[in-house]
C-alpha cells in the first residue's frame, strides 16, 4: 500500500488512504483496498492481489491529470479500468474512480 501512495503521490496533489481527516481543497486522490483476487493452490496464497479504488476529486474537468494519472499506472504495468466519473453537485466537483490491482509478493 505504500508503494501506491508513493505512486500517487507523483502527481503532485494531496493523497490520502480512504479519507482527509481535515476538510480538503481539490484536485486530491483517496485510495482504498477493496477486495482481493489473490491466487492459491493446494490451500495456500501464492499470489496476494489487492484489488483497490482510486478516486481522483477536481473541480473541474481535468483530462490532463486524468491521463497523467492514468501514464502512472502504465509506466508501472498497472492493469486499470475506469469504473465511474460522475459530477457531485453536492460538493462540486468531479470525481473519476479507477479499479486497480496490484499484487504482493510473500
Excluded: W
Amino acid at each position: 500500500m505504500q508503494d501506491l501512495k508513493n505512486l500517487l503521490e507523483q502527481l503532485g496533489i494531496p493523497v490520502a488512504y480512504n479519507h482527509f481527516n481535515t476538510a480538503t481543497n481539490p484536485p486530491f486522490v483517496v485510495y482504498r483496498r477493496d477486495s482481493t483476487s489473490n491466487f492459491g493452490a493446494d490451500n495456500k496464497v501464492y499470489k496476494k492481489i489487492n484489488n483497490y479504488y482510486v478516486e481522483l476529486y477536481t473541480e473541474f474537468k481535468n483530462p490532463a491529470l486524468e491521463e497523467q494519472l492514468e501514464s502512472i499506472f502504465y509506466e508501472n504495468n498497472i492493469f486499470y479500468e475506469v469504473e465511474s466519473e460522475t459530477y457531485i453537485d453536492t460538493e462540486q466537483m468531479y470525481e473519476v474512480v479507477y479499479s486497480i490491482s496490484a499484487e504482493e509478493d510473500f
